[in-house]
C-alpha cells in the first residue's frame, strides 16, 4: 500500500469516527442554534425606532411652543408629545409620577433626574424660536419678516471623500470571520489533541502504528479532523448568511461581503488550523491521561490569543505598523491578515509573505511534532516531557 493510500485510509478513519460522535454532533448543533437565534435578536434590538418624550410645559408658555417643540424634536430624531399643565405644581406632580420626560416652566427646564441632552436641545431650541416670534410680533413686524427672523438656518452635508458603502458590511462580516477561525482553529486542533490522547490511552495507537508510520498517522488525523473543522465552517458560513438575509438585518449588504471574502476566511483557516492542529497533535502524545491534558491545551491558546486581541485592533487601525507585523507571524497571521485584507486593499507582496511564513513554519513545526509523537505516543502513563519525547525519537 503506497503512502498517499495510507494516509487515506486512517484520514477516512478518524473523520468518519469523528463525525459520528456526540461531542461533535452536540458542538454543531449547539454553535449552529447559537448563530440562527443571533440574527432575529440583532434584528430586534435594532428596529426600535425612534425615542419618544412626553414633555409638560405650564401655562403661558410662548404661543407657537408647542408646535415648534414637535418639529424641533423631529429635528433631532425624537418623537415629542408636548402636554400643558395649568401650574408647576400638577406638571411636577405628573413628572415624578414618571408620565413625563421633562417639565418646561418659564426658562427652566425640570427632569426627573439625569438630562437627556438631545431632548434638552430640541426643547432650547423651540423656547428660543418661540419667544423670538412673540418679540417680532410684538414689535408689530412684517410677518414674512418674522418668518425670515425666526426660521432656523438649513444646512447641507458635504464629504470631501464619498464614503464606502461597502466598508460596514466588509468590517461586520471580517468581525464575525476572525471570530469563527479563532473558535474552529481551537476547537479542531484540541480535536486533534483529544484523538491522539484516546489512542494512545486506549493503545489503538500500537496497532495502527504496526501498518503505518508516525508521520502518517498524525498527518492523516490533522486531515481528517480538518475536514470537520472545514464542513463546520462552511455550514455555520451558510446560515449565518441565510439568517442575514431572511431577517433582513439593517445595514448588512450581502453582496458587498463578496465571495473573494468568503474565500479568503476558508483559505486562513486551512492554513491556520494545520499549524495549530499539528502541534496539538504533537502535544497530545505526551499525556495518556484526561487530567493531565488542561495544561497542554493552554499553551497553543497563549500563542493564539494575542492575535485574537490584535486582530479586533486591525478592524479599526489595519496599517498600524503592529497589526502589519503580526500580520506577518505565523502564529497571529491566520486571523490578523483575514481581517486586514477584508477592511483594505493589502499589497499582494505581504499577503505573499504571510503565506509563505506561515507554509513555511508549517513544514517545520511538522517535522518537530512528528519527532515529539514518534518519541512519546507509546509511553503510557505519566506525562511525557517534550525534552524526552524528542530523545526517545532519536534512540
Do not use: C
Not at 89 to 101: M, Q, T, V
Not at 304 to 327: D, K
Not at 354 to 359: F, H, M, R, T
Request: avoid cysteine; aromatic fraction near 8%.
Amino acid at each position: 500500500m503506497s503512502w498517499t493510500h495510507q494516509v487515506f485510509e486512517l484520514t477516512r478513519r478518524d473523520f468518519v469516527t469523528r463525525v459520528r460522535s456526540r461531542a461533535f454532533i452536540v458542538s454543531m448543533l449547539l454553535i449552529v442554534g447559537i448563530v440562527a437565534a443571533a440574527g432575529p435578536l440583532i434584528a430586534l434590538m435594532s428596529d426600535e425606532g425612534d425615542p419618544a418624550a412626553v414633555v409638560g410645559y405650564v401655562t403661558g408658555a410662548p404661543e407657537d411652543f408647542s408646535r415648534l417643540l414637535h418639529l424641533q424634536g423631529d429635528a433631532v430624531g425624537i418623537s415629542i408629545t408636548p402636554r400643558a399643565f395649568p401650574s408647576t405644581a400638577a406638571g411636577e406632580r405628573a413628572l415624578d409620577a414618571g408620565e413625563l420626560g421633562a417639565l418646561v416652566d418659564g426658562s427652566e427646564i425640570v427632569w426627573p433626574d439625569e438630562p437627556w441632552l438631545a431632548l434638552r436641545a430640541a426643547i432650547a431650541s423651540a423656547l428660543t424660536l418661540a419667544t423670538r416670534t412673540e418679540v417680532a410680533e410684538d414689535l408689530d413686524l412684517d410677518p414674512r419678516d418674522v418668518a425670515r427672523l425666526v426660521s432656523p438656518v438649513t444646512t447641507t452635508d458635504r464629504r470631501l471623500v464619498d464614503p464606502d458603502p461597502e466598508e460596514g458590511p466588509r468590517r461586520a462580516a471580517a468581525l464575525a470571520g476572525m471570530i469563527l477561525l479563532y473558535i474552529s482553529i481551537l476547537m479542531f486542533g484540541q480535536f486533534v489533541l483529544m484523538g491522539v490522547m484516546e489512542e494512545k490511552q486506549n493503545r489503538v495507537v500500537e496497532v495502527v502504528l504496526s501498518r503505518a508510520t508516525p508521520v502518517q498517522v498524525l498527518t492523516a488525523k490533522v486531515i481528517g479532523v480538518g475536514l470537520l473543522g472545514l464542513i463546520q465552517l462552511v455550514v455555520l458560513g451558510g446560515v449565518g448568511v441565510f439568517v442575514a438575509s431572511l431577517v433582513d438585518l439593517a445595514d448588512v449588504d450581502l453582496g458587498a461581503i463578496g465571495i473573494g471574502m468568503l474565500a479568503a476566511v476558508v483559505g486562513w483557516y486551512l492554513l491556520g488550523y494545520t499549524f495549530y492542529s499539528v502541534i496539538y497533535g504533537g502535544l497530545g502524545a505526551t499525556v495518556s491521561r484526561q487530567e493531565d491534558t488542561q495544561g497542554v491545551v493552554l499553551l497553543p491558546v497563549l500563542f493564539l490569543l494575542p492575535g485574537f486581541f490584535i486582530a479586533q485592533f486591525a478592524l479599526l487601525e489595519p496599517e498600524n505598523t503592529l497589526v502589519r507585523i503580526a500580520s506577518w507571524l505565523p502564529f497571529w497571521s491566520p486571523m490578523v491578515m483575514a481581517v486586514r485584507t477584508a477592511v483594505m486593499d493589502v499589497p499582494p507582496g505581504e499577503i505573499a509573505l504571510a503565506v509563505v511564513l506561515l507554509i513555511g513554519s508549517t513544514i517545520g513545526v511538522i517535522r518537530l511534532a512528528a519527532r515529539i509523537y514518534t518519541g512519546a505516543v507509546l509511553q503510557l502513563g505519566r506525562k511525557v516531557r517534550l525534552r524526552d519525547a524528542w530523545r526517545a525519537a532519536a534512540e
